[in-house]
């Protein structure tokens, strides 16, 4: 029985990895941290924990308090920000004799920015979303006139679609900007088409460990956005096109020539058919990796095995192991569902009147 520590348990992201430890039946004692109280109330912990948000500059001092009281063996976040700090803070972490399981230093840091992620791939000639980061408004004006009077904005960190916006409108577009206090820290990007893919994969010193696709087919709440994103995926489904386990490897190469930890690739559709990787998630799972481990492959516990034991998994394959056309389906204030593509095909052929 382990001690794990999670950042920003009793969140979404964090409670999807706590359920899939829960689920593995190891018996890991689990103490949850985080900056939001009330929150807290929400994780299934054995300890829980208030700590300052990770861009304080006293979070740290309190991380390391919290440490020395509840002796972690191990420690994750599922949260951009808090992985990039625990990443800065690494070695003063490790010298706790906490355990982490992470990417390179550079690589956090190159994938937390966007921007950055976006130059990297764009000079190994990777199918992007042409992007400019808009540092004024002569910028923006030239992205509408180069992305044919209609851009994507969106902040170049953060996740949950933080800032994001479609928008063929300049004026609109400038006053988001404004909005957000975001030149310098916006991109424009080309619209690309509303087909999603996620490329979720464990990697040790260089060599995948385990990978899974799954497809996006809607957005929890996008009707109450003017983006149509949310970052709450409302309904996944498992797939495995090789045109996006071609591209997820190569966005990943691209940015770490020996991967270590996790590496989620989000990618867009453009107009011919190709994915294009918009970003990586860095260091954490994507939000609804619960869905994985109730279908059979647990990444949490791979996770988890690898970081503390190195203990590898005993799959049928690396790459898509789990069937296609499986869904997980979410709402709010409600438990997901697993469920088919062929299920969900009979309920509306059964919902059909003559």
Known sequence: MARIMIGGAGGAPSNNFIKSLRTSGDGDYL???????????????????????????????????????????????????E??????????????????????????????DKSRSYSIWRQAGLPVPETVVVSDENVLKQAFEAFGGKVWLRATEGGGGRGALPTDSYDFASLWIDRFRGWGQFTAAKCMTSQTVTWLSIWYEGELVVAQQRKRRRWSFADRTLSGVTGITGVGET????????????????????PHGIFSVDMTYDEKGRPNPTEINIGRFFTTHYFFAKAGVNFAKIYKDLALYGKWPDLPKKINPLPDGLLWIRGMDVEPVLTTVEELKRLESESQFN
């Not at 103490?31 to 009330?38: D, H, N, Q, Y």
């Not at 929150?39 to 979070?59: N, R, S």
């Open 31 to 81: 103490i949850g941290i985080c900056s939001v109280p009330t929150d807290l109330f929400l994780a299934d912990t054995d300890e829980k924990y208030i700590v300052p948000y990770a861009v304080e500059p006293h979070f740290f001092d309190r991380l390391e308090a919290v440490i020395k009281k509840s002796r972690p063996d191990f420690l994750h976040s599922q949260h951009d920000f």
């Open 83 to 112: 992985v990039r700090r625990i990443s800065r803070d690494r070695e003063k972490i490790q010298k706790l004799g906490v355990k982490l399981f992470l990417p390179s230093a550079q690589t956090v840091e190159d994938c937390v």
């Open 239 to 258: 797939s495995s096109d090789p045109s996006v386990d071609d591209m997820a490897l190569a966005a990943i190469r691209s940015v770490d020539s020996r």
